[in-house]
């Protein structure tokens, strides 16, 4: 409620500590199921610090404006984005993915072929700009299946998803030969690796996923996931300007002349935090940063194995779905004892993210844990 007087500060803040005690710490290394992490230092010094700025009205912003510029930068050319290319900084991966199909849906056309393993927040997309998912199914591999997408092609076909880093096992789907069904039918590509986006140029033998393959238009890349950046950070990369004016309308009083983004007000404070892990980390840092994941998870796949409940995949992106029983059960008897994991309906199990905040001593302390869960539902 709304106090007729306002409270003292320090009352307020010990009133919000309280609370804060009651959310879990990414530092205890037990919130095994987000793909979120705990924002790098140099991240949350730079947020701080432009807290106050706003994308959306760039005059009195400049500095603002241009850090957006810079990560912008950074990105495009870690996804070989050529000349020409554009991005927005955007707070996630589902308004990324909304806005690639904004793009996609100027075409006139309502069909949007997606792989069963895509996220979520292309079902909010298609309810919003009325558009028809036509779902592609996925090989032995759990990717999407290039026959299955082809099937699906036809003439209303507005866009083609393909997804490097899928939510529930980090697989990537071929994009290079979605990438030529693309160019041969006209439609728009959009890549998903919101999550991998961050993880895969630094992994060598990775699959290709960005604008080096012939045929991807659009990329949504999560700062706030594998990025290390804080909450919100999301990207959204396109392969030419021209597709942000597509879908740009006039904004005749703020100092901008136009947006494409959703959002009008926008962090700049997001904007500077990502520039600065960006720069603070640089391709060594991130590919440290990938490694050690990757490393974790084939730990946890290892002493999974061992204990009688192997992954269904080895980890190609540090996520593992495990399948259980009764995967609810066993998600709310892990949840009582302190271990946050997530569902992986697919697969019907289990999921496990080894995000940076994930120490092999936690993967150690988590399996017997997940054991006794299983048998304590049985
Ligand atoms: N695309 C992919 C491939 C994703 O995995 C996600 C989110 C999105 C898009 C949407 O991104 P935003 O949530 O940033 O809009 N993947 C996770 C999920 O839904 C997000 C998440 C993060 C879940 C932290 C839990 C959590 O604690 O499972």
Redesign the pocket.
């Known amino acids: 409620m709304l106090p007729a007087k306002g409270r003292p500060a320090a009352e307020v803040l010990a009133e919000l500590r309280a609370l804060r005690a009651e959310d879990q710490a990414f530092a205890s290394g037990r919130?095994l199921?987000?793909?979120?992490t705990a924002p790098h230092p140099v991240a949350v010094q730079a947020y701080q610090m432009f807290l106050e700025t706003n994308l959306g009205d760039p005059a009195w912003c400049r500095g603002a404006q241009e850090a957006e510029r810079r990560a912008l930068a950074s990105i495009l050319g870690l996804l070989h984005a050529p000349g020409g290319s554009d991005g927005l900084l955007v707070?996630?991966?589902?308004?990324a993915?909304l806005t690639a199909l904004r793009i996609a849906r100027r075409s006139g056309l309502r069909e949007v072929i997606l792989p069963r393993t895509a996220?979520?927040?292309f079902l909010k997309a298609c309810d919003l700009l009325d558009m028809e998912p036509r779902w592609a199914e996925l090989d032995g591999q759990f990717r999407v299946d290039v026959g299955s997408v082809e099937a699906q092609l036809g003439p209303n076909t507005a866009c083609i998803v393909g997804?490097a880093?899928?939510?529930e096992l980090g697989t990537v789907d071929p994009i290079r030969e979605l990438g030529a069904l693309a160019l041969e039918h006209a439609a728009h590509l959009h890549v998903?690796a919101?999550?991998g986006g961050f993880a895969l140029p630094f992994l060598p033998g990775a699959p290709g996923f960005d604008f080096a393959l012939a045929g991807v238009d659009s990329l949504?890349i999560?700062p706030?996931?594998m990025g290390m950046a804080p909450i919100p950070a999301?990207c959204l990369a396109v392969r030419t300007a021209e597709m942000l004016r597509r879908i740009s309308v006039p904004t005749p009083y703020v100092s901008t002349e136009a947006q494409a983004s959703l959002v009008g007000t926008r962090p700049g404070a997001a904007a500077a935090a990502t520039h600065a892990v960006l720069q603070h980390l640089g391709e060594a840092g991130y590919h440290e940063v990938a490694q050690r994941c990757m490393a974790t998870a084939r730990l946890l796949a290892k002493r999974l194995r061992e204990a009688g409940l192997p992954p269904v995949l080895e980890p190609v992106l540090p996520v593992l779905a495990v399948p259980v029983p009764k995967p609810e059960p066993v998600r709310a008897a892990l949840a009582k004892q302190g271990w946050f994991v997530?569902l992986a309906p697919l697969t019907r199990g289990i999921k496990v993210v080894c995000m940076p905040h994930v120490r092999p001593e936690h993967v150690e302390a988590f399996v017997p844990a997940l054991r006794a869960a299983v048998q304590e539902v049985q």
């Open positions: 919130v199921g987000s793909m979120c707070s996630g991966g589902a308004e993915n996220h979520f927040s997804i880093g899928t939510t998903d919101a999550f949504t999560d706030h996931k999301g997530s």
